[in-house]
């Protein structure tokens, strides 16, 4: 998926524990080079879509024996309106079963194979033992408490989302382990009704505010003290420059966590940042030495072999152009 960039435009309290504490900063040595002595977080993406399919209790299960950091999964509303963990707009994407997931009970969503499509070399492991659509609330209770919780919103109306949501985070006691992201801004708005919910900036103040640093344009809007912020380490981007007459585009495969956007959020204490589709050596290099204070990773299982075999203190290239703005 690709998102368009108009060139005219262009913690987390106790919620997010994962990012407690002070933000990854790298010490700069006489030589020039910068020293990094704490590597980002490791958050499981859909739970570990790399390791088990998506959003299952098996893929929970399994990050959490890999020892990932925290857990980013992605809800939605059944037809009974129970929060259920899929991402896709349709079942078939993933499973046996056809239909958007709004077309089922929580009950036969339990009785969907979600794992039907998950691929390990030529098998489908899967198909012959299959794994049902879990509700929020078993994934709730099969998470270690400690561990933090990113609920990443999909699906519009938002409001009946939001309001089924902290339902199950106001019975299970959770609201102070769960930190809410979604693509969508109607999210941001519905929970601002809960006085108990952490929530990510919207993804279109995170973009906006990269966008114009890389553009030479100034930190003018830096996050405000307590913020949390995520977006892709890399991303595939069309800039669309408008003209009189129509307009030009081009795709570019854009960096948008560089020493000068890290410079702008990090204006203010406490701001978190959350880097999206990381999953190589080089790309948690990159990040550790950008200060990035957690990354989400598709696998939890090789990500943390990543870590651990990552020689400490850490040692970077100067970073050029850190000030926001240059």
């Known amino acids: 998926m690709q998102s368009s960039v108009r060139l005219a435009v262009f913690g987390l309290m106790a919620s997010l524990i994962l990012l407690a504490g002070c933000a990854l900063t790298p010490t700069t040595t006489n030589d020039g080079q910068s020293t990094v002595t704490s590597l980002p977080k490791i958050i499981a993406h859909r739970g570990g879509t790399g390791d088990a399919p998506e959003n299952t209790l098996e893929a929970i299960r399994l990050s959490?024996?890999?020892?990932?950091?925290?857990?980013?999964?992605?809800?939605?509303l059944s037809k009974d309106g129970v929060p259920v963990l899929y991402r896709p707009a349709d079942l078939s994407a993933l499973t046996d079963t056809k239909g958007p997931v709004s077309a089922f009970t929580a009950a036969e969503l339990a009785r969907v194979n979600a794992g039907w499509s998950?691929?390990?070399?030529?098998?489908?492991?899967?198909?012959?033992?299959?794994?049902?659509?879990?509700?929020?609330?078993?994934?709730?209770?099969?998470?270690?408490?400690?561990?933090?919780?990113i609920l990443d919103m999909k699906a519009l109306p938002a409001a009946p989302q939001a309001q089924a949501v902290a339902q199950v985070l106001n019975e299970e006691s959770a609201w102070?382990?769960?930190?809410?992201?979604?693509?969508?801004a109607d999210y941001q708005q519905s929970f601002a009704a809960y006085s108990q919910a952490r929530l990510f900036e919207s993804r279109d103040t995170t973009r906006a505010r990269?966008?114009?640093?890389?553009?030479?344009q100034g930190c003018v809007d830096a996050p405000a003290e307590h913020t949390a912020a995520a977006f892709e380490l890399h991303r595939?981007?069309?800039?669309?420059?408008?003209?009189?007459?129509?307009?030009?585009?081009?795709?570019?495969?854009?960096?948008?966590?560089t020493p000068a956007t890290v410079a702008c959020f990090r204006q203010k204490s406490d701001v978190r940042i959350v880097a999206i589709a990381v999953n190589d050596a080089d790309d948690y290099r990159a990040a550790a030495c950008l200060g990035i204070d957690a990354v989400l990773v598709d696998s939890p299982l090789q990500m943390a072999a990543v870590?651990?075999?990552?020689?400490?203190?850490?040692?970077?290239e100067a970073r050029k152009g850190a000030q926001s703005g240059q």
Not at 64 to 70: E, G, L, S, T
């Open 64 to 76: 959490i024996a890999h020892h990932a950091d925290a857990m980013w999964l992605t809800v939605q």
């Open 118 to 149: 998950f691929r390990r070399g030529a098998t489908y492991p899967y198909r012959d033992h299959p794994l049902g659509i879990p509700t929020l609330r078993e994934a709730l209770r099969t998470i270690p408490p400690a561990m933090p919780i």
């Open 176 to 184: 102070s382990r769960v930190t809410i992201y979604s693509t969508e």
């Open 210 to 216: 990269l966008v114009r640093v890389l553009l030479n």
């Open 236 to 257: 595939q981007m069309t800039v669309v420059e408008k003209f009189m007459l129509g307009e030009g585009r081009s795709d570019v495969q854009a960096s948008l966590w």
């Open 307 to 316: 870590k651990a075999n990552m020689a400490m203190p850490l040692r970077c």
